[in-house]
């Protein structure tokens, strides 16, 4: 039979063709890595051809603490007692820092005096520390950093005389210490709320937030690790804390006439033992 007698014929055979070839899948760009020597290839999709560059892996270098020449027992001497003559003090922190001494001398923090021995004295805050925690503990571990043991048993001496006294030594312990967070701080808001979802009057009510910040005792100089929380009090929560806060201060006054006590107690023995006092290191 003829080819006219059969006029689907070169349709069917189109169809067969089209159904049986696959489509062509699109070639992806490819970038190879080699670690070992350093280079990075690219593949062209188009023409399949490698092209390799040679890479260089730059990372962060850790900056490296300045090393400083320690300050001498008279400078050491000289910046705590300008400082101590602005009516400013220092804090027990792990990193000391300077506070006003009273509400009235709060405006020395921005004199220029102040931001004179700042400038002077950049690593006197650190220098303090080691001097004041080895007149309280003994600890000499960081001797070299401020002179040797000698400077060290000196500073200890002069952070006595201008600085360390009942409070400072009680604020040191509890910062060094306990092993749980302690309240370093309180903000506090009043609001007055006029509205109220779902409340078709005005509440006309007014609460306290107050947000607490809580010191973890595990920081370190370069991270403060302070939390927040937040929590809402009316009047009567405000009495009833004051109530407690009361009872707590009076409980913590006994027990600071007590550590007193001690204090006197564990001087005599150490003289009458002729063991080193820390105020006869000279």
Do not use: C
Request: proline share 5%; no cysteine.
């Amino acid at each position: 039979m003829g080819e006219e007698n059969h006029p689907n014929t070169n349709t069917e055979k189109v169809e067969e063709g089209a159904s049986a070839a696959e489509p062509q899948e699109e070639r992806l760009p490819e970038f190879i890595i080699n670690k070992i020597k350093d280079e990075l290839t690219f593949i062209d999709p188009a023409s399949g051809k490698p092209i390799t560059f040679k890479t260089r892996i730059i990372e962060e270098e850790e900056e490296e603490e300045e090393e400083h020449e320690p300050l001498s027992p008279d400078q050491f001497h000289d910046a705590l007692n300008r400082i101590g003559s602005l009516g400013l003090t220092w804090t027990a922190d792990l990193v000391p820092r300077v506070k006003a001494k009273s509400p009235e001398t709060e405006e020395a923090l921005v004199s220029e005096e102040f931001a004179e021995v700042q400038k002077k004295y950049p690593h006197l805050p650190y220098e303090l520390y080691v001097a004041t925690t080895y007149y309280l503990t003994g600890n000499k571990t960081y001797a070299q950093s401020v002179g040797g043991e000698e400077a060290l048993k000196r500073k200890a001496l002069i952070a006595h005389e201008l600085l360390i006294d009942t409070d400072y030594r009680s604020e040191f312990f509890f910062k060094h210490a306990i092993k749980v967070p302690y309240l370093r701080d309180i903000d506090w808001e009043v609001v007055f709320k006029l509205s109220e979802k779902a409340v078709e009057r005005a509440p006309a009510i007014s609460y306290g937030l107050l947000a607490l910040a809580l010191q973890d005792p595990f920081y370190n100089a370069r991270s403060s690790n302070v939390r927040h929380v937040t929590v809402a009090v009316d009047e009567n929560l405000v009495n009833k804390l004051l109530t407690i806060l009361n009872e707590v201060k009076s409980k913590l006054e006994s027990g600071r006439r007590l550590s007193e006590i001690l204090d006197k107690q564990n001087l005599l023995e150490a003289e009458d033992n002729g063991s080193t006092d820390p105020k006869r290191l000279e």
